[in-house]
């Protein structure tokens, strides 16, 4: 079985730029959540999703949203792109409305230069 | 926004021994308790979890120890190989909210 699949795996943009990456959670999970992980850190979540409606969001600025599709896959856009915006990003699916169970991709590193 | 502190940052073991990483937490609220293995290039994966009503878990060579009034928690790996080099995190969670530790950089050495 597929696990979580993310891509791009890397992407380069400039200051300013918009990004979108996106998220395929196992099948038959209906919950994918993202997470923000900077060099040496641990990941800092960013907003779950389950059912196609926001269920959380963690402390990160408008810049950033996220949508869910009817095919429970996800994408997450990030607008204005500062430098301190480069990490890895990580998605993650669970069956359930709730953290329970995470399978994590191998996440999408950006870099913003 | 860590609510949740982890040490040590970095752990050299000897094939063959213990490893110990430790872990506190802040939120009183917080139900479930994962340790997440993460190797170079890879998300992290679930290894072994605790809720709070339970004060030790043990999965193969890896137990939680947790202590709930101290809101401390622990993992320890029995037998450690050269394999389980990776980076290892703490997590605590209560809902659709998961805060992680910053990460242990555990090195096995054959």
């Known amino acids: 079985d597929a696990g979580v699949t993310q891509s791009p795996t890397h992407l380069i943009k400039t200051r300013g730029q918009q990004v979108t990456l996106r998220c395929s959670p196992i099948s038959g999970h209906k919950s994918v959540s993202w997470y923000q992980q900077v060099l040496g850190q641990g990941p800092q979540f960013i907003f779950q999703?389950?059912?196609?409606?926001?269920?959380g969001r963690g402390n990160f600025p408008d810049r950033f949203s996220a949508r869910q599709f009817p095919n429970y896959s996800s994408e997450l856009n990030v607008n204005a792109l500062l430098l301190g915006d480069s990490a890895l990003y990580l998605c993650?699916?669970?069956?359930?409305?709730?953290?329970?169970?995470?399978?994590f991709g191998s996440g999408t590193r950006l870099t913003v230069v | 926004q860590q609510q949740v502190k982890q040490s040590p940052q970095s752990l050299i073991v000897q094939k063959g021994g213990i490893s110990i990483i430790n872990c506190a937490y802040e939120n009183t609220a917080f139900d479930y308790f994962p340790w997440y293995q993460q190797f170079p290039g890879k998300g992290p994966a679930l290894l072994i979890a605790i809720r709070p009503d339970v004060s030790e878990k043990k999965e193969g060579r890896f137990t939680i120890s947790f202590n709930k009034s101290a809101k401390q928690f622990s993992l320890h790996i029995m037998d450690s190989q050269p394999g389980d080099s990776a980076t290892y995190f703490c997590?605590?969670?209560?809902?659709?909210?998961?805060?992680f530790g910053a990460g242990t950089r555990l090195t096995v050495k054959p």
């Open positions: 993650a699916s669970s069956a359930r409305n709730s953290n329970y169970g995470y399978t």
């Open positions: 999703y389950y059912e196609k409606e926001e269920r």
């Open positions: 997590a605590a969670s209560k809902n659709n909210d998961m805060r």
